[in-house]
Each structure stands twice: as structure tokens, then as C-alpha cells.
């Protein structure tokens, strides 16, 4: 059966995600109050041994030692902290850490904190901060941000499987249908496939409907070594997996404008040895920064055979209720995407899935789970495997 | 002094913006002359020139960048001289080129230049903006052509008459107005139709086009135009032709001129479509302001973009010595099986370039560093290109109605401005569309453009109009210039 669990989930706080009055040393605090006050039978701070923050310090406000403010935060200062960046994916990265920190036996229980605000940058310098995580060099300079690099992979992916459209709508509206039962999210209002097709355009193929909001957001996880767990709840969410990979930062130097190799690597490392397979999934939390985005993940993690992601988003499989629900907490789409609180983000979501907490959301007896989080277009990826206690 | 022109490139960038044509924002006196070299350079790809060794540049690009034009061109070592954007500037130029001092055939002019108006001319509509840029190299091995300076003026306060001057003039060329069959091209401001009735009085023998006539004299790029008025006089000189390409000087009191003797070889040539009126707008004006501001946009540190110049000018990747991978950009290790030893740079094709993928930038998606530009272009598009099978690059696209490129179209690679920062414009690749029909190259018709007959009606603003201009990419077509009426 593989194995054994590396690290196990017992408690987990999440924020509002939009754009919020709350600063960054607010978001924090909220979040890892919330997660302290889900444990089900109580923790105490003190035995929190180690902390990781994940940011990518968006506006610059605090680039360097952030992690320090995030132990204050937390109501442990003096703790052994460190922030943690891999642009989009810093959360998946600061877990798979902390997951480490755990197996290892080196720490009983860490922490685990996303953070990103961003609504409270003016304007020009808010596009700067959104650019920074790209290849400046080449891409950049081309004149490309993100919606660029994806309306790029979108426009090949067009031109290698045929007309992606409908398919690109039918993930906004499905995610933007998942945000409507989630009282997190940024957005919690339903859209039509009209609506998004007619949207503003970005950077074609994509338009406005096709992009992430811009959020503030924190999320925290306690992660316990699986020996443990039990101490603080009967139903903890364990980690049987966990991958990560990396790839060339500029699209133009990867070895196909389709695939985000990082992603495969990621699921192939984390899927190595774990205790069940893709069949045995019951939903899936991807990073849909863009829409086109969710049709590569679909296809990258080996749910989906090459250009069939559309065709499987528009046969309804992938809603909530589908045979294989992607992203039921809205994904970045809808719920939004403070940059480094979307890792830990879904590894919360998982945590409500899994133990049946989901409320109007809940995948009706959901046991496995995987999360995938990237870094910009593909330059990093981590993924990881959860299974229900 | 016997040195014949070996051949020439030609450049008028043009810009559509509602009805009219200007250069791109993102051009400048630099950009024009490489890209007028690098034209002159393919079309002498397989004719045995050699590497040149001296650049004689005409424009008003800064003597702070000689180097940049040796890295641009990639010929290291390269001698440059700079001569004042002027009409005098060329013609000192294109004397001290052929001047044989031991580097015969292995020495270029290049005239490059793009206006800058002062807000006030440039909401002036009579204001020509032209901008271009023409490239000669010269060369005496072929020995048909002679390069005769002149130039005469007359005391202050003596006027000769219109005909005297141009006697004058002609005799100071080693040529007699009656005995001499040829062509002259006779730039001048005032005055142009006295002056044609005067030349042909004088010098019956001789075809005379006079351009010009009155206009706003600002920012116009004088050299550019003296280039070109040589250009197309070489172009059409013939076995035993003589021709005389000159400018008046400040009225009728000088005349500086050159004398050719036909034919000139041309190898090719190549040029775009008539000059066309600046907008009346300042949004081309480059501010200083802007240029020394400390960028919001994406940071580069100088020393940073200076690594790999080769690259970022000239799409110079590296081959692998042991597996042969050949990777874009070079980063002084194989991609595919790590060795760091002996790589070995190789160009990489600038022309006929695949594009793998494109997208249109909204104005407001577009990064910081790109505001001012979105301003007057509005949306872009930025394509990933296919150098090699597997090796890509990404351009942003210019010289182009956004929106139109297509996945599998062609396009070729062009030096351009991308963004100021810290004081100095950084320069690198953009592409330009070279499918023909699917994607309008601006300045050419575009069907849904709904403005052109109100461009046709700027001749009445544009006297300078009259004057016929090279066009087309036809090598040899044999147009005579209009004359004016």
C-alpha cells in the first residue's frame, strides 16, 4: 500500500480572500488564530516548533526577514522561521518544507503560513510586483507579464488541439459557480459562458474572465509529524505524497509551449510510492491562474490524455458533483489568488474536503486529494498527495 | 577619389496611426542605421565583400554608443566616425570614404536619422517627419564610378544670378554646362520652380529635378534626405551618365554637390513606400524626463544587459562541441548535456522566422516599462518565434496592426528601442510580419483602414510631396522623378 504517511494535517485557518481592509500583519494573525482554534482538541502555541512563511513579498513592504513578523503574528516570536519563495507556488513549496520538517523527525509541529497583500499598491506599481516572477530578460522585455506568457500557451495550445474557447469559458464559469459556495472567496458570483467569451480582452486569446483576480489572503496549516497527530484530533489529513520541479523561467526555452514539464515532474515524484493512483483520486485543487491554465494542469498531473482537457471540462466532469470535481473551493479563478496564500490555500480546502467539512461545497465522501501549485508559467511546481484519517 | 558606389539599403520606417505615417516610437537614429546596414549586408551576402573596417555614421545618435554599432553589426573592432546630421554631414561623410587610404571596399556610410520635434512643430501639420535610413558602401575595385566633392559659394552680399550660380557650380564639378549630358537633382528651398526654368536655361543638356519648395524646416533629418537624393540618382544613372546630386545652401549663396559617373553597380535594393506627414502630436517626442527616471519596470542592471549583447542584437546562440545541441540564449553551458567547454557561438537566422505562438497585449496588461509606448500604439502583439527546430526566442511584434499575426506566419527579427531605463534607452530584437497578405506590414494598404483618403488630401500641406521616392522592393525599377508643376 505504499508508504506510510509523511505528515499529517491537524488544523487549519483560512482569511477572506478580495481585496481587504486588513494589512498583512492582520491577515496573518487572523489566519493562524483560525487554524489554532481548529484543532480539535486544543493546542497550545508553545508547542509549535518552527515556522514557514510563504509570501513573495508583493509590493515590497517587508521583501526581506517577513518571516520574523509572521512568528510575531502567530504569538511566537523567537521561533525558528523563514520566509519561503517560488512566486506562485511559495505555498506548495513552504509545505512540502514543512512536510520535510516533519518527516524527518526533526520537528513534532510546525506552521505553515500564505500570505499576499496586494490591493493596497497603486495601480502601475501593483503591474510591476505582477511581472517580477517572469523572465525578465526576454519575456519581459517583449513585453509580457503573465496573462502574456499564459495567452501565448493558450494561442499555441489553440493552434496544436484546435479551437479552446468553450472550453477556457466552461473553466471560468464552473470555478466561478464553485466560488458561489464558498464564503472565502473573492468572487462568489456565477458567470455564463457568454459573459466570459465577451469579455474585455487581456492578452488574446484571453480576456479579463480568463485571469485571477488580484486578492489579499492568508491561510495557515499545522502540520504534525503522523505519529503524533492523534494527539490533537481523531481525524487529521495526511501527506502521502509530495513532488516538486522545476523548469527554464522563459517559456521559449522549454521544450513545449503546452506542457508545463514542472508540473509532470512534480506528479510523478509525488504519485512515486503513494498509496493510491490517479484512478483512486476524488478531486483535484489546480492552480487556475488563467484559464488555460486548468486544461494544462488536467493534462500535465495525467488526468486528462494530451488537447482532451476541453473536452473533459465540457462534459461536466470536472464540476462539483462530476465524476472528478477540479477546484470546488473556486480555485484561483474565483476564490482568488494572494500569491503566496494559494499553496496553503488548497492543502485548507483539501483539510475541509477530507474531513467533511466543506459545507454547500462538499465533494460527497471524499477520501484523496491532490493539490498542484505553480510558479508563474511553469518555472516551479509543487504538488502533493492528501489522504482522509 | 575613384570609388563607385557598390551598393546601398534603404529604410523609411512607417507607422500608421489614424491616417497618417510616421516612424515607430520605438526607432531612432541607431536603430535606422543598423537596420540599413544589416539590409546592405544581405544583399552583398555572396558577392565576395569583405568584413568592413571603418563606418562613417551620419546621424544623431550618441558618440557615446561607437561601440554599440561594432556589437550590433558584430564586427569587432570596428572603426567609427561621426559626422553631423546634416546634409554638409554627408557629403563630409561620403569625401573622406573615398578617400583611399588602404581600406578600399571595406568602408560604409550610413545616413540615420528620425526627426524630433519640438511640441511646436509637431502640432505644426505643414512639419515633414521624415525618418530613415540609407546605407552606401563604397568601394573603387569596381572603378566605374567617380565621387567628385564641390562646393562654391559666393561673398556675402554678392547675388549672382540663378543661371550664373549654376555655371558656377558645374565648372567647380569639372563639368560643362553645355557639353555635359546627365541628370542633376538640385535640392532648394525657396524659389524651386525659378531654379528649374534656371538649370534648364544653363545646362540644356543636363535633366534637372528640383525638389523642395516651402516648407517648415524642423526637424527634418537633412541627411537622410541628401541620402536619399543620391540613392535614387545612382539608382538610375546609366553607362556614360553623369550625375550631380547637391543641396543649395542657405538660398542660392552655395551649393554643395557630388558628382557621380553612371553606371553605378547596383547589387539590389530596397525600399518602402513614399514618405508620409508626422501627427500632430508630441507623443513621439522622447522626454528626459522619462528617460532618466528611475524605471518602475522590471530591472535590468546595466551591466547585466551588456552579458550578452550578441544575443540580445544579433540572436547569437551556442552550439554544443560534444552532442551538437545548438541553444538560444547563450548561457555558457549545454542545455542538453551540460559541457561548459568549447561551446561555440553561432548566429542564429534574423529572417523567416516561424511564429509558434502570439498573443495581443491590452493596453493596461502591457508591464510598466511599456506605458509610454501603449500610449501612442495602443495593444501589441508578442510572438514566440522558431529560430531553429527547438530553439525559440520571444519578440515583441512592431511595424504592425496588432492582432493580425497568425501561428505560422513569418517574420523577421529587427533591432528596435525597447524602454528607457536610467538614463539609456535599451535596444534589442523586435519582430516585424513578413507573410505577405495575412498580415498588413503597416504603411502598406490595410484594407480596414477607413483613413486614407484623408492622407491623399495631406499633399496639399506637403509640397515636398512631389518629389518622387524610391519604393518597393523592385532592385531595378528605372522611375524617373516627377517634376514638379
Redesign the interface.
Known amino acids: 500500500m505504499g508508504r506510510p504517511p509523511r505528515a499529517a494535517i491537524v488544523g487549519a485557518g483560512h482569511t477572506r480572500f478580495g481585496a481587504l481592509p486588513e494589512g498583512p500583519r492582520r491577515l496573518v494573525r487572523d489566519a493562524v488564530d483560525q487554524a489554532v482554534a481548529s484543532v480539535d482538541r486544543g493546542v497550545d502555541r508553545e508547542s509549535i516548533q518552527e515556522l514557514f512563511l510563504s509570501t513573495l513579498g508583493f509590493s515590497g513592504w517587508q521583501l526581506g526577514n517577513a518571516a520574523s513578523i509572521a512568528a510575531e503574528e502567530a504569538g511566537r516570536p523567537g521561533l525558528p522561521a523563514v520566509r519561503v519563495e517560488n512566486a506562485c507556488a511559495s505555498g506548495g513549496f513552504a509545505l512540502r518544507l514543512a512536510v520535510d520538517a516533519v518527516a524527518s523527525g526533526r520537528q513534532d509541529l510546525v506552521l505553515v503560513v500564505g500570505l499576499e497583500k496586494m490591493t493596497d499598491v497603486p495601480h ?2 501593483r ?2 510586483w505582477l ?2 516572477s517572469g523572465d ?10 503573465f ?2 506568457v499564459y ?6 495550445y489553440a ?1 496544436e488541439y484546435g479551437p479552446v474557447r468553450e472550453a477556457l469559458s466552461e473553466v471560468a464559469v464552473k470555478n466561478h459557480a464553485h466560488g458561489v459556495l464558498n464564503p472565502n472567496a473573492h468572487f462568489q458570483k456565477a458567470v455564463t459562458r457568454e459573459q466570459v467569451s465577451a469579455g ?7 480576456g479579463l474572465y480568463d485571469c485571477c483576480p488580484v486578492s489579499d489572503g492568508a491561510a495557515a496549516l499545522l502540520v504534525a509529524r503522523p505519529d503524533v497527530a492523534r494527539r490533537f484530533t481523531d481525524s487529521p489529513v495526511y501527506i502521502v505524497g509530495s513532488g516538486a520541479g522545476s523548469d527554464h523561467l ?4 522549454r ?1 513545449s ?1 503546452t506542457r508545463i514539464d514542472a508540473s509532470r515532474a512534480a506528479a510523478e515524484e509525488a504519485f512515486r510510492g503513494a498509496p493510491f493512483d490517479r484512478k483512486r483520486v476524488d478531486l483535484l485543487e489546480v492552480h487556475d491562474c488563467f484559464t488555460i491554465a486548468e486544461l494544462l494542469a488536467l493534462e500535465d498531473l495525467g488526468f486528462s490524455p494530451r488537447g482532451g482537457a476541453g473536452k473533459l471540462t465540457l462534459s461536466g466532469a470536472t464540476r462539483l458533483g462530476g465524476r472528478l470535481p477540479v477546484n470546488p473551493d473556486g480555485g484561483l479563478k474565483a476564490k482568488g489568488h494572494p500569491i503566496g496564500a494559494t499553496g496553503v490555500s488548497q492543502a485548507y480546502e483539501v483539510f475541509l474536503q477530507l474531513r467533511g467539512q466543506a459545507g454547500a461545497r462538499q465533494v460527497g465522501d471524499a477520501q484523496r486529494a491532490l493539490t498542484h501549485n505553480v510558479g508563474g508559467s511553469g518555472a516551479t511546481a509543487a504538488v502533493h498527495l492528501f489522504s482522509g484519517g | 577619389m575613384a570609388r563607385s558606389i557598390l551598393s546601398a539599403s534603404l529604410v523609411r520606417p512607417a507607422w500608421q496611426l489614424g491616417s497618417f505615417r510616421v516612424e515607430g516610437p520605438d526607432e531612432d537614429s541607431f536603430t535606422l542605421a543598423v537596420t540599413a546596414l544589416n539590409r546592405l549586408g544581405r544583399q552583398l551576402q555572396g558577392t565576395g565583400a569583405r568584413t568592413l573596417a571603418r563606418l562613417h555614421v551620419v546621424g544623431s545618435c550618441s558618440p557615446e554608443i561607437d561601440w554599440a554599432f561594432s556589437e550590433a553589426l558584430g564586427i569587432p573592432g570596428l572603426d567609427v566616425r561621426r559626422y553631423p546630421s546634416n546634409a554638409p554631414g554627408l557629403w563630409g561623410a561620403l569625401a573622406a570614404a573615398a578617400h583611399d587610404d588602404g581600406t578600399a571596399g571595406r568602408e560604409a556610410v550610413v545616413a540615420a536619422d528620425t526627426a524630433t520635434l519640438s511640441p511646436e512643430a509637431a502640432g505644426d501639420r505643414r512639419v515633414r517627419h521624415s525618418a530613415g535610413g540609407v546605407a552606401f558602401l563604397l568601394s573603387k575595385e569596381l572603378g566605374l564610378s567617380v565621387l567628385r566633392h564641390g562646393f562654391r559659394g559666393h561673398p556675402p552680399g554678392h547675388s549672382p544670378s540663378m543661371q550664373g550660380a549654376i555655371t558656377g557650380w558645374l565648372e567647380a564639378l569639372g563639368l560643362s554646362p553645355h557639353g555635359s549630358r546627365g541628370e542633376v537633382v538640385f535640392e532648394v528651398e525657396e524659389e524651386p520652380d525659378r531654379w528649374q526654368a534656371a538649370w534648364e536655361q544653363a545646362a540644356p543638356g543636363i535633366t534637372v529635378t528640383v525638389v523642395g519648395g516651402p516648407r517648415v524646416d524642423v526637424g527634418r533629418p537633412s541627411a537622410v534626405e541628401a541620402a536619399l537624393l543620391l540613392w535614387e540618382l545612382a539608382r538610375r544613372l546609366r553607362t556614360g551618365d553623369t550625375g550631380v546630386v547637391g543641396q543649395a545652401v542657405r538660398g542660392r549663396n552655395g551649393f554643395s554637390a557630388f558628382r557621380l559617373d553612371g553606371p553605378v553597380r547596383w547589387l539590389g535594393s530596397w525600399g518602402t513606400g513614399e514618405p508620409g506627414l508626422n501627427p500632430p502630436t508630441d507623443k513621439f517626442l522622447i522626454r528626459k524626463s522619462q528617460l532618466d527616471a528611475v524605471s ?5 542592471p546595466h551591466p ?1 544587459y551588456l552579458e550578452n549583447l550578441a544575443g540580445r542584437w544579433r540572436l547569437v546562440g551556442e552550439r554544443c562541441p560534444r552532442c551538437d545541441t545548438l ?1 538560444f ?1 547563450a548561457r555558457g553551458r549545454c ?1 542538453s548535456c551540460g559541457r561548459s567547454e568549447g561551446l561555440r557561438s553561432e548566429a542564429l537566422p534574423r529572417v523567416g522566422l516561424e511564429v ?7 493596453p ?8 509610454s509606448m501603449v500610449e501612442t500604439v495602443g ?2 502583439d ?3 518565434v522558431r529560430l531553429q527546430p ?1 530553439v ?5 511584434v512592431t511595424d504592425a496592426v496588432a ?1 493580425r499575426l497568425r ?2 506566419d513569418r517574420v523577421a527579427a529587427v533591432l528596435r528601442r ?2 528607457p531605463m536610467e538614463g539609456e534607452w ?1 535596444y ?1 530584437l ?1 519582430a516585424i510580419p513578413e507573410t505577405p497578405g495575412s498580415t498588413p506590414r503597416l504603411g502598406e494598404r490595410d484594407p480596414k483602414s477607413p483613413a486614407r483618403s484623408a492622407r491623399r488630401g495631406s499633399s496639399s500641406v506637403a509640397p515636398r510631396e512631389r518629389r518622387a521616392t524610391p519604393r518597393g522592393s523592385g532592385g531595378r525599377a528605372e522611375r524617373r522623378p516627377q517634376r514638379p508643376r
Open positions: 502601475p506599481r503591474r510591476y511581472g517580477v525578465t530578460e526576454w519575456e519581459r522585455l517583449a513585453g509580457l507579464t496573462a502574456g495567452g501565448l500557451m493558450a494561442a499555441r493552434a474585455p480582452p487581456v492578452a488574446a486569446p484571453l522563459a517559456v521559449q526555452e521544450s509551449l | 518602475q519596470g522590471a530591472y535590468l547585466t541553444a540564449p542545455r509558434e505562438a502570439v498573443t495581443t497585449i491590452s493596461g496588461a502591457q508591464p510598466t516599462e511599456f506605458d495593444a501589441y508578442v510572438a514566440v527547438g525559440r526566442a520571444t519578440f515583441q492582432g501561428v505560422g525597447l524602454y535599451r534589442g523586435k
